[in-house]
Protein backbone atom coordinates (compact mmCIF):
# COMPACT_ATOMS: atom_id res chain seq x y z
CA UNK A 1 0.00 0.00 0.00
CA UNK A 2 2.85 2.17 0.69
CA UNK A 3 5.63 2.90 -1.27
CA UNK A 4 9.61 3.33 -0.02
CA UNK A 5 9.26 7.11 -0.76
CA UNK A 6 6.20 7.13 1.23
CA UNK A 7 7.87 5.44 4.25
CA UNK A 8 10.65 8.48 3.90
CA UNK A 9 8.68 11.35 3.90
CA UNK A 10 6.56 9.95 6.55
CA UNK A 11 9.76 9.36 8.63
CA UNK A 12 10.51 12.84 7.77
CA UNK A 13 6.99 13.88 9.11
CA UNK A 14 8.17 12.02 12.69
CA UNK A 15 11.39 13.74 12.29
CA UNK A 16 9.52 17.28 12.53
CA UNK A 17 7.01 15.98 15.20
CA UNK A 18 9.75 14.97 17.67
CA UNK A 19 10.95 18.77 17.66
CA UNK A 20 7.33 19.18 19.30
CA UNK A 21 8.65 16.63 22.01
CA UNK A 22 9.22 19.86 25.11
CA UNK A 23 7.07 21.88 23.49
CA UNK A 24 3.87 21.44 22.60
CA UNK A 25 2.17 19.66 26.02
CA UNK A 26 -0.80 19.16 26.07
CA UNK A 27 -1.63 19.06 22.73
CA UNK A 28 0.40 16.00 20.82
CA UNK A 29 3.40 16.19 18.98
CA UNK A 30 2.66 16.29 15.65
CA UNK A 31 5.11 16.86 12.45
CA UNK A 32 3.76 17.34 8.72
CA UNK A 33 5.51 17.63 5.31
CA UNK A 34 4.64 19.05 2.13
CA UNK A 35 5.58 17.24 -1.13
CA UNK A 36 5.54 17.90 -4.68
CA UNK A 37 6.80 16.60 -7.65
CA UNK A 38 8.71 14.72 -5.08
CA UNK A 39 10.27 17.49 -3.34
CA UNK A 40 9.35 18.73 0.60
CA UNK A 41 7.91 22.39 0.06
CA UNK A 42 6.56 22.84 3.42
CA UNK A 43 7.34 21.62 7.00
CA UNK A 44 5.92 22.39 10.14
CA UNK A 45 5.48 20.65 14.30
CA UNK A 46 2.84 21.43 16.44
CA UNK A 47 3.68 24.91 18.23
CA UNK A 48 3.62 25.84 22.35
CA UNK A 49 -0.40 26.00 23.02
CA UNK A 50 -2.48 28.18 21.22
CA UNK A 51 -0.01 28.05 18.61
CA UNK A 52 0.08 26.45 15.07
CA UNK A 53 -0.47 23.61 14.33
CA UNK A 54 2.07 20.99 12.62
CA UNK A 55 -0.42 21.40 9.03
CA UNK A 56 -0.83 25.26 9.04
CA UNK A 57 2.93 25.76 10.31
CA UNK A 58 4.07 23.77 7.09
CA UNK A 59 1.84 25.33 4.69
CA UNK A 60 3.26 28.88 6.39
CA UNK A 61 6.99 27.58 5.66
CA UNK A 62 5.74 26.55 2.20
CA UNK A 63 4.33 29.72 1.08
CA UNK A 64 6.92 31.77 2.43
CA UNK A 65 9.88 29.59 0.08
CA UNK A 66 7.24 30.64 -2.82
CA UNK A 67 5.51 27.47 -2.92
CA UNK A 68 2.01 26.16 -4.08
CA UNK A 69 0.67 23.41 -2.10
CA UNK A 70 -2.12 22.85 -4.60
CA UNK A 71 -1.86 19.11 -5.37
CA UNK A 72 0.74 17.99 -3.38
CA UNK A 73 0.73 14.96 -0.35
CA UNK A 74 0.59 16.01 3.15
CA UNK A 75 2.54 13.29 5.38
CA UNK A 76 1.12 13.77 8.68
CA UNK A 77 2.22 12.14 11.99
CA UNK A 78 -1.68 12.47 13.06
CA UNK A 79 -4.96 12.80 11.90
CA UNK A 80 -5.49 16.25 11.15
CA UNK A 81 -8.03 18.25 13.98
CA UNK A 82 -11.15 18.84 12.56
CA UNK A 83 -12.98 21.44 16.10
CA UNK A 84 -12.00 24.95 17.10
CA UNK A 85 -10.00 24.72 20.02
CA UNK A 86 -7.59 27.64 21.04
CA UNK A 87 -7.28 27.51 17.22
CA UNK A 88 -9.32 26.69 14.22
CA UNK A 89 -9.60 22.82 12.49
CA UNK A 90 -6.65 22.08 10.89
CA UNK A 91 -8.52 20.01 8.05
CA UNK A 92 -10.10 23.84 6.93
CA UNK A 93 -6.59 24.90 6.36
CA UNK A 94 -5.86 21.74 4.22
CA UNK A 95 -9.03 21.59 2.10
CA UNK A 96 -8.40 25.45 1.28
CA UNK A 97 -4.74 24.10 0.19
CA UNK A 98 -6.30 21.55 -2.16
CA UNK A 99 -3.51 18.56 -1.95
CA UNK A 100 -4.26 15.55 -3.90
CA UNK A 101 -3.38 13.21 -1.21
CA UNK A 102 -3.17 13.20 2.51
CA UNK A 103 -1.31 10.17 3.88
CA UNK A 104 -1.16 9.96 8.22
CA UNK A 105 0.13 7.64 10.23
CA UNK A 106 -2.49 7.36 13.20
CA UNK A 107 -6.36 8.17 14.19
CA UNK A 108 -6.66 10.68 16.66
CA UNK A 109 -7.48 9.46 20.34
CA UNK A 110 -10.00 12.77 20.93
CA UNK A 111 -12.98 11.57 20.70
CA UNK A 112 -13.63 14.98 19.28
CA UNK A 113 -11.91 14.00 16.34
CA UNK A 114 -11.65 10.06 16.22
CA UNK A 115 -11.54 9.71 12.26
CA UNK A 116 -14.09 12.74 11.81
CA UNK A 117 -11.09 14.67 10.20
CA UNK A 118 -9.90 11.98 7.27
CA UNK A 119 -13.88 11.93 6.76
CA UNK A 120 -13.88 15.79 6.22
CA UNK A 121 -10.99 15.52 4.14
CA UNK A 122 -12.13 12.75 1.92
CA UNK A 123 -15.60 14.57 1.88
CA UNK A 124 -13.54 17.45 0.33
CA UNK A 125 -12.06 15.29 -2.33
CA UNK A 126 -9.16 14.61 -1.42
CA UNK A 127 -7.59 11.04 -1.29
CA UNK A 128 -6.96 9.45 2.36
CA UNK A 129 -4.58 7.38 3.47
CA UNK A 130 -4.10 6.07 7.37
CA UNK A 131 -1.79 3.96 9.30
CA UNK A 132 1.99 4.41 7.80
CA UNK A 133 5.02 4.34 10.64
CA UNK A 134 1.56 4.13 13.07
CA UNK A 135 3.63 2.69 15.61
CA UNK A 136 6.25 5.13 15.42
CA UNK A 137 3.82 7.94 15.93
CA UNK A 138 2.00 6.31 19.02
CA UNK A 139 5.25 6.27 20.65
CA UNK A 140 5.67 9.34 20.49
CA UNK A 141 2.46 10.60 21.84
CA UNK A 142 1.86 7.49 24.57
CA UNK A 143 0.61 10.19 26.86
CA UNK A 144 -1.71 11.88 24.94
CA UNK A 145 -3.16 9.09 23.61
CA UNK A 146 -3.06 7.43 27.77
CA UNK A 147 -5.08 10.56 28.91
CA UNK A 148 -7.76 10.02 25.68
CA UNK A 149 -8.25 6.62 26.10
CA UNK A 150 -7.55 5.43 29.51
CA UNK A 151 -8.29 9.39 31.48
CA UNK A 152 -5.34 8.79 33.33
CA UNK A 153 -1.71 10.25 32.47
CA UNK A 154 1.37 8.17 30.93
CA UNK A 155 3.29 7.57 34.41
CA UNK A 156 7.32 7.08 33.61
CA UNK A 157 9.13 6.06 37.00
CA UNK A 158 12.83 7.04 36.79
CA UNK A 159 15.25 5.24 39.19
CA UNK A 160 19.38 5.67 39.45
CA UNK A 161 20.73 2.67 41.06
CA UNK A 162 23.84 0.04 41.68
CA UNK A 163 24.28 -3.25 39.91
CA UNK A 164 22.36 -4.26 42.86
CA UNK A 165 19.51 -2.29 42.95
CA UNK A 166 20.77 0.47 45.56
CA UNK A 167 19.54 3.76 45.16
CA UNK A 168 21.24 5.01 48.43
CA UNK A 169 23.45 4.70 51.15
CA UNK A 170 21.91 3.23 54.40
CA UNK A 171 22.34 7.43 55.52
CA UNK A 172 20.33 8.10 52.68
CA UNK A 173 22.98 9.33 50.74
CA UNK A 174 22.32 9.40 47.02
CA UNK A 175 24.29 11.99 45.13
CA UNK A 176 25.29 10.33 42.54
CA UNK A 177 24.96 6.98 41.77
CA UNK A 178 25.24 7.62 38.16
CA UNK A 179 27.23 9.87 36.25
CA UNK A 180 26.85 13.40 34.05
CA UNK A 181 25.80 11.73 30.73
CA UNK A 182 23.21 9.67 32.57
CA UNK A 183 22.11 12.46 34.72
CA UNK A 184 21.26 14.49 31.27
CA UNK A 185 19.43 12.26 29.82
CA UNK A 186 17.17 12.45 32.82
CA UNK A 187 16.47 15.88 32.05
CA UNK A 188 15.51 14.84 28.34
CA UNK A 189 12.47 12.83 29.93
CA UNK A 190 11.65 15.59 32.68
CA UNK A 191 11.51 18.01 29.85
CA UNK A 192 9.21 15.92 27.77
CA UNK A 193 6.77 15.50 30.78
CA UNK A 194 3.65 17.42 31.81
CA UNK A 195 4.92 17.44 35.48
CA UNK A 196 7.57 15.79 37.52
CA UNK A 197 6.34 13.98 40.68
CA UNK A 198 7.93 13.72 43.65
CA UNK A 199 7.25 12.74 47.63
CA UNK A 200 7.63 14.41 51.11
CA UNK A 201 10.63 12.50 51.77
CA UNK A 202 12.84 13.17 48.61
CA UNK A 203 12.39 16.68 49.38
CA UNK A 204 13.58 16.35 52.92
CA UNK A 205 16.44 14.13 51.92
CA UNK A 206 17.73 15.62 48.80
CA UNK A 207 15.84 18.93 48.51
CA UNK A 208 15.95 18.39 44.88
CA UNK A 209 15.16 21.61 42.28
CA UNK A 210 13.78 19.21 39.98
CA UNK A 211 13.59 21.75 37.07
CA UNK A 212 15.00 20.90 33.62
CA UNK A 213 18.58 22.41 32.93
CA UNK A 214 20.63 20.17 30.56
CA UNK A 215 18.62 20.31 28.13
CA UNK A 216 17.00 23.39 25.94
CA UNK A 217 13.49 23.76 26.99
CA UNK A 218 10.93 26.59 26.45
CA UNK A 219 8.54 25.37 29.44
CA UNK A 220 9.45 23.59 32.93
CA UNK A 221 7.28 21.23 33.61
CA UNK A 222 4.75 21.05 36.67
CA UNK A 223 6.12 20.15 40.20
CA UNK A 224 3.74 18.39 41.84
CA UNK A 225 4.67 16.97 45.79
CA UNK A 226 3.15 13.94 47.33
CA UNK A 227 2.76 15.31 51.02
CA UNK A 228 0.51 13.26 52.98
CA UNK A 229 0.99 15.66 56.17
CA UNK A 230 1.76 18.71 54.33
CA UNK A 231 5.37 18.14 56.31
CA UNK A 232 7.26 19.68 53.05
CA UNK A 233 9.51 23.08 54.38
CA UNK A 234 8.65 25.96 53.09
CA UNK A 235 12.19 27.05 51.74
CA UNK A 236 12.66 23.96 49.80
CA UNK A 237 14.28 24.59 46.61
CA UNK A 238 11.71 23.10 44.89
CA UNK A 239 9.04 25.57 46.08
CA UNK A 240 11.25 28.47 45.05
CA UNK A 241 9.86 29.86 41.43
CA UNK A 242 6.36 28.54 41.49
CA UNK A 243 5.56 31.04 38.67
CA UNK A 244 7.91 29.06 36.29
CA UNK A 245 6.06 26.22 36.19
CA UNK A 246 3.59 25.75 38.84
CA UNK A 247 3.88 23.52 42.28
CA UNK A 248 1.18 21.69 43.51
CA UNK A 249 1.16 20.24 46.86
CA UNK A 250 -0.66 17.02 47.43
CA UNK A 251 -1.98 15.70 50.74
CA UNK A 252 -4.24 13.94 52.62
CA UNK A 253 -5.95 16.01 54.98
CA UNK A 254 -5.82 19.88 56.64
CA UNK A 255 -7.95 19.13 59.98
CA UNK A 256 -5.42 20.65 62.20
CA UNK A 257 -4.88 24.13 62.60
CA UNK A 258 -0.78 23.65 62.20
CA UNK A 259 -1.84 22.58 58.52
CA UNK A 260 -4.47 25.37 57.79
CA UNK A 261 -1.69 28.03 58.57
CA UNK A 262 0.82 26.20 56.57
CA UNK A 263 -1.67 26.17 53.61
CA UNK A 264 -2.46 30.03 53.68
CA UNK A 265 1.69 30.38 53.82
CA UNK A 266 2.19 28.07 50.86
CA UNK A 267 -0.20 29.68 48.85
CA UNK A 268 0.98 33.00 49.73
CA UNK A 269 4.17 31.82 48.13
CA UNK A 270 1.78 30.41 44.58
CA UNK A 271 2.10 27.10 46.02
CA UNK A 272 -1.46 25.18 45.20
CA UNK A 273 -1.96 22.46 47.76
CA UNK A 274 -4.71 19.83 46.91
CA UNK A 275 -6.28 17.65 49.56
CA UNK A 276 -7.14 14.09 48.15
CA UNK A 277 -7.29 11.49 50.68
CA UNK A 278 -7.64 7.80 50.08
CA UNK A 279 -9.46 5.42 53.27
CA UNK A 280 -5.93 5.29 54.94
CA UNK A 281 -4.97 8.56 55.24
CA UNK A 282 -2.44 8.65 52.58
CA UNK A 283 -2.66 10.01 49.33
CA UNK A 284 -5.50 8.62 46.84
CA UNK A 285 -2.47 8.45 44.15
CA UNK A 286 -5.15 6.74 40.92
CA UNK A 287 -7.26 9.12 42.32
CA UNK A 288 -4.68 12.35 41.83
CA UNK A 289 -3.86 10.70 38.20
CA UNK A 290 -7.37 10.88 37.04
CA UNK A 291 -7.68 14.44 38.49
CA UNK A 292 -4.53 15.54 36.31
CA UNK A 293 -5.15 13.81 33.32
CA UNK A 294 -9.08 14.67 33.34
CA UNK A 295 -8.59 18.48 34.86
CA UNK A 296 -5.46 19.57 33.96
CA UNK A 297 -5.00 18.00 30.72
CA UNK A 298 -1.80 16.37 32.36
CA UNK A 299 -0.48 13.86 29.23
CA UNK A 300 2.95 12.43 30.88
CA UNK A 301 4.24 12.47 34.70
CA UNK A 302 7.41 11.89 35.19
CA UNK A 303 8.35 10.24 38.95
CA UNK A 304 11.36 10.98 40.73
CA UNK A 305 10.67 9.54 43.85
CA UNK A 306 12.09 7.70 46.81
CA UNK A 307 11.67 3.41 47.71
CA UNK A 308 8.75 4.47 49.59
CA UNK A 309 6.72 6.35 46.94
CA UNK A 310 7.96 4.22 44.70
CA UNK A 311 6.57 1.22 46.39
CA UNK A 312 3.23 3.14 47.01
CA UNK A 313 2.37 3.74 42.80
CA UNK A 314 3.91 -0.19 41.61
CA UNK A 315 1.29 -1.57 44.21
CA UNK A 316 -1.63 0.40 43.22
CA UNK A 317 -0.68 -0.33 39.67
CA UNK A 318 -0.01 3.50 38.90
CA UNK A 319 3.45 2.86 36.63
CA UNK A 320 3.43 2.53 32.88
CA UNK A 321 7.08 2.54 31.85
CA UNK A 322 10.18 2.30 34.51
CA UNK A 323 13.57 4.21 33.32
CA UNK A 324 16.26 2.37 35.19
CA UNK A 325 19.67 3.96 34.95
CA UNK A 326 22.37 1.62 36.51
CA UNK A 327 25.95 2.04 37.61
CA UNK A 328 28.59 -0.51 36.92
CA UNK A 329 29.55 -1.30 41.02
CA UNK A 330 27.81 -2.76 43.68
CA UNK A 331 26.79 -1.01 46.90
CA UNK A 332 25.85 -3.37 48.85
CA UNK A 333 24.42 -2.23 51.95
CA UNK A 334 21.42 0.54 50.90
CA UNK A 335 18.05 1.82 50.02
CA UNK A 336 16.47 -1.00 47.27
CA UNK A 337 13.85 0.76 44.59
CA UNK A 338 10.87 0.36 45.99
CA UNK A 339 9.24 -0.72 49.15
CA UNK A 340 7.34 -3.65 48.09
CA UNK A 341 6.11 -6.62 50.68
CA UNK A 342 8.24 -9.98 49.24
CA UNK A 343 6.15 -12.21 47.04
CA UNK A 344 5.22 -15.83 47.85
CA UNK A 345 4.76 -17.31 44.62
CA UNK A 346 6.33 -15.60 41.31
CA UNK A 347 3.68 -15.86 39.66
CA UNK A 348 2.39 -12.82 41.83
CA UNK A 349 5.01 -10.94 39.87
CA UNK A 350 4.52 -7.93 37.14
CA UNK A 351 5.78 -8.37 33.87
CA UNK A 352 7.48 -5.89 32.37
CA UNK A 353 8.98 -6.12 28.67
CA UNK A 354 11.83 -4.25 27.94
CA UNK A 355 11.41 -2.11 24.72
CA UNK A 356 14.93 -0.10 24.82
CA UNK A 357 18.50 0.04 26.15
CA UNK A 358 21.45 2.44 26.07
CA UNK A 359 24.44 3.40 27.32
CA UNK A 360 25.50 6.53 28.85
CA UNK A 361 29.20 5.93 29.79
CA UNK A 362 29.83 4.36 32.01
CA UNK A 363 25.96 3.76 32.80
CA UNK A 364 23.25 1.34 31.50
CA UNK A 365 19.57 2.54 31.03
CA UNK A 366 16.92 0.14 30.58
CA UNK A 367 13.28 1.06 29.32
CA UNK A 368 10.49 -1.09 30.34
CA UNK A 369 6.53 -0.89 29.73
CA UNK A 370 4.30 -3.04 31.45
CA UNK A 371 2.92 -6.13 29.72
Not at 45 to 59: D, I, K, N, S
Not at 69 to 89: D, Q
Not at 240 to 266: H, M, R, W, Y
Amino acid sequence: MYSAVDHQFMSEALAEAQKALYLSNPNPRVGCILVKEGQIIGRGHTQRVGGPHAEVQALADAKVQGFDPIGSTVYVTLEPCNHTGKTPPCVDALIAAKPTRVVAAMTDPNPLVGGKGLARLREAGIAVECGLLELEAQALNRGFISRMTRGVPWVRMKIAASLDGKTALPNGESQWITGPLARADGHHWRAQACAILTGMGTVKEDDPTLNVREVRTERQPWKIIVDSKLETPLNAKVLKNPEESGVILVCASLDSQESQEKTKAFEAKGIEVLVMANNHGKVDLPKLFAYLAQERQVNEIHVESGFKLNGSLLREDCVDELLLYYAPFFMGEGIGMANISPLTALNQAQNWQIIDHSVFDPDLRIRLIKK
